[in-house]
């Protein structure tokens, strides 16, 4: 292999690819990027065989070829180049890299004994708006369970039919999203990917992409970009019907000021009982006022009150305030819909401006 590529562009692809880089005593070539060539450009590739993420970085390809180089040495050299050309030659087992004054020899593993990554030949199931895609994601991924004694939850299920529909819950608390595709899907395409994957494809989608290409096959997913694909495994198993828990109505409902709402969470978590994360939500429609309190033997006490628009009957909800922060947050909304039905079952928040977006908080039972 021989070829000239600029400095910006490959340490570009090394940053990207370098998110798939595996760790295996027995499998040491796992830790090594796979560079070849493929119609005339040089292609990165990395693998921990659970995901797998590939880069097509522009070059001019000289000769043929391939091998695997230590990740984070052959990373850490690029970066600390100057940005001009870069010469890469392949020569028994050894990367020659030349870039004006800088000249290195980085000893790797044949191409032919990194575990090959699958492809999925089926043509696309969706295609879907970049940046659309990397906000929904943003906005149901943090949702998940973090332990994986439930896989099913330690993902992100996706529904692909009319809509692009998201969701993650870890069993306290749920984030729904639904996203417009660039055409509607005949049918229907239920699948669950797995937390790690999802982070790593907010990653990879720049500002600069366009559009995302979603491809399905029996037990794999693949996510491919301009320059760039993200290929995955799924999760076995069924989501939960997470449908029936999301309440289609409400006894009691506050529209308030999303900064408001947060900064009396805010204030109220100092007080709240290590451990518990408590705070009382007391939602009065008569006064149309929402009072948030917490307290702890140890701190104090506090008391904010917030305006809004209150209807329906007075409630009093204890939840944790972590989780109500983590949906505030992914809330751009200048005004949020606050809905409870009891102090037993979920309550709902809303952002007013975005219809296709819901966040679902099970409160603490007293």
Known sequence: MKLICTQENLSRGLAIVSRGIGKSPSLPVLANILLTTEKGRLKLQTTDLEIGITYFSGGKIEKEGGITIPAQLFLGYIDNLPSAKVKLEVKDKTLHISCENFEADIKGIDAEEFPLIPKIEKKSICTVAASDL?????????????????????????NISQNLRLAATDSFRLAEKTIKLKQPVKGSVEVIVPSRTIQELIRIISEEAKDVDVLVSENQIAFRLDDSELVSRLVDGKYPDYKQIIPKEYTCQAILDTGDLQSSIRTASLFSKTGVFDIKIDIRPKEDEVIITSESGQVGSNVAKIKGKVEGKAEKVTFNYRYLLDGLDHMTASQVLLGVT??????????????????????IKQ
């Open 342 to 363: 009891g102090d037993a079952t979920p309550a709902c928040l809303k952002p007013q401006d975005e219809k296709d977006y819901t966040y679902v908080v099970m409160p």
């Open 134 to 158: 990397k906000e929904a994601l943003s906005k149901v991924s943090f949702a998940t369970a973090l332990e994986e004694a439930r896989p099913e939850i330690a993902g992100v299920y996706m």
